[in-house]
């Protein structure tokens, strides 16, 4: 492959990288990115799914950074409607961990740290007599409700990296920086493409380290640079089981640590239980939920709700390590979540630590403005105001968008086009042009994956493996039997 030149040059494909791309390509910036594996492969595909300002940070003060990423879930809200969707969380009150006044006095902060909220506000609930208590244990009488949003976070990767390709950057996957060089002011990156070892060259006027908990790693071996930040690895993992309650309402639930552990309704069929919060030092390519995890989070579950589970209710688990600065707070939840951004001018090397998904378009912008001094005529980010791919309703809201593709898409069964829906919103279009029966949709390879919705992920999504497809892109994975996973790979290696 022949060297190319770039304005910049991002290592790391996860939300952070994607969201600086989209930001500075946005801008009129050149850009490449490089993903040794695939886009949300690692931390970014194992959150707790959540846009939300993080209630529990008020307890440690940092209402700046609650502030700004409640701002955030407005724009978010607005730009991916499709993507991200209001959630009531119901708070069950334990009396001996925090007082009822103590509740309400966060709520309100919550509920007025945002500038024009447009959730409704926080009130209480008796769970006695409240459909929202009939899961839990009759040990719980008083709760609160609040609301914050549901988000797929892989797909929120993918939108973005749509964003940036659209404007002309170059979104290289299964692509490792194995060196990185300063020589006459420019950068020179050597790569290696994992799946044939092909290495090839890139040229860079700034390099961005955005390697989410290998930002450490790369700034030391690749990069031959002291990392700027003291560091700590955190590992977060989740559990699905069967769906412990009906409804569309996600519960928060108090430890005694101090910690919180959500319980939220997913992929209509389960319950999604996390998060832990732990030292992490083993090998970054290979983070697992621990024993010692699962025991925490069925304990966390089982204290509360009515239905007790085990081991054997796990159906499926995940785990990602987050990347945090380091700082001396007696307990690893106390570390602040806010990101840290460090640019250098000689050479131009922009290195990103931690971050929430919530924050990372406002991590994004702040980036690219900090590389005004490369960059003297860089114009402002336009991504606030600016609708993912996909999040262009137009004056729509979703339910409407939603009724007008039963309309257009009759021929489909509703549960898919619901699912299709909310994936790809208006890029429905493009994933179903030149479609007009199920029978045009080609192979089935397990209920409701279909060959014509394989080749879109794979043309336009950077999709390669059936773990792409089946845990990033979709979550069907939860549905797929070994014969159906087999199937599929058995295509993709002949497609």
Same mark, same amino acid.
Not at 194 to 199: A, E, I
């Given at each position: 492959m022949e060297?190319a ?7 790391? &494909? ?6 600086? /791309?989209? @930001? *500075?390509? =946005? ?6 990115? %490089?993903?040794?594996?695939d ?9 707790s799914?959540?846009?939300h ?89 008083? &709760? ?6 549901? /988000?797929? @976070? *892989?797909? =929120? ?6 964003? %940036? ?7 290289l996957?299964?692509?490792?920086c194995i ?14 493409k ?9 040229h ?17 071996n ?15 993992s ?7 309650y009906?409804g ?10 101090n ?53 054997k ?56 403005d ?51 829906a ?35 992920l794979?043309?336009h999504e950077?999709?390669?493996t ?30």
């Amino acid at each position: 492959m022949e060297k190319a030149y770039s304005d910049i040059f991002i290592i790391g &494909g996860g939300i952070n990288g994607v969201g600086i /791309a989209a @930001d *500075a390509s =946005l801008r009129g910036l050149t850009v490449t990115l %490089a993903e040794k594996n695939d886009l949300a492969g690692a931390t970014s595909s194992a959150s707790s799914k959540l846009i939300h300002g993080g209630l529990r940070y008020l307890e440690s003060y940092d209402f700046k950074l609650v502030r700004a990423a409640l701002q955030e879930r407005e724009i978010l809200l607005k730009n991916a409607p499709h993507l991200i969707s209001p959630l009531e969380f119901i708070l069950p009150h334990e009396k001996h961990l925090r007082p009822a006044w103590m509740i309400r006095i966060g709520l309100f902060l919550y509920d007025h740290l945002a500038s024009h909220p447009s959730l409704p506000n926080a009130k209480k609930i008796d769970l006695e007599n409240d459909a929202r208590g009939k899961a839990l244990k009759n040990t719980f009488k008083l &709760g609160f409700s609040y609301y914050d949003c549901f /988000a797929d @976070d *892989a797909r =929120l990767v993918i939108a973005n990296a749509i964003a %940036a390709k659209e404007h002309h950057a170059k979104i290289l996957t299964r692509t490792e920086c194995i060196s990185a060089h300063y020589e006459n002011n420019f950068w020179r990156i050597a790569l290696k493409k994992t799946t044939s070892n092909d290495t090839f060259y890139c040229h860079a006027k700034v390099l961005i380290n955005a390697a989410g908990p290998w930002v450490a790693e790369v700034q030391k071996n690749i990069i031959h640079t002291e990392n700027p930040f003291s560091i700590e690895l955190i590992k977060g993992s989740h559990i699905t089981v069967p769906k412990l309650y009906e409804g569309n309402f996600a519960y928060i639930l108090q430890n005694a640590d101090n910690r919180i552990v959500f319980a939220i309704p997913f992929q209509n069929k389960f319950t999604l239980i996390g998060t832990t919060d732990t030292a992490y030092t083993g090998n970054l390519d290979n983070v697992k939920i621990s024993p010692e995890e699962e025991k925490y989070l069925l304990e966390t579950a089982n204290h509360y709700f009515k239905k007790s589970l085990t081991s054997k209710d796990i159906n499926w688990s995940y785990a990602g390590v987050r990347c945090l600065q380091r700082e001396e707070k007696h307990k690893l939840s106390e570390v602040s979540r806010d990101y840290k951004l460090q640019f250098l001018s000689n050479p131009p090397l922009l290195t990103v630590v931690s971050g929430k998904v919530t924050t990372y378009r406002r991590l994004a912008k702040e980036a690219v403005d900090l590389l005004a001094p490369v960059f003297p005529n860089l114009p402002p980010s336009s991504t606030a105001n600016q609708p993912l791919p996909g999040g262009d309703l137009g004056t729509k809201q979703f339910e409407d968008f939603y009724q007008q593709l039963q309309n257009q898409y009759n021929w489909l069964p509703k549960e898919l086009l619901f699912r299709f829906a909310k994936s790809y919103g208006s890029r429905i279009h493009l994933l179903l042009q030149n479609t007009t029966s199920l029978a045009e949709m080609g192979e089935e390879f397990a209920p409701g994956l279909y060959q014509k919705e394989v080749e879109y992920l794979i043309e336009h999504e950077w999709a390669e493996t059936s773990d792409d497809i089946l845990w990033r892109r979709t979550k069907l994975g939860l549905f797929f039997n070994e014969v159906d996973r087999k199937k599929l790979e058995n295509w993709l290696d002949i497609y």
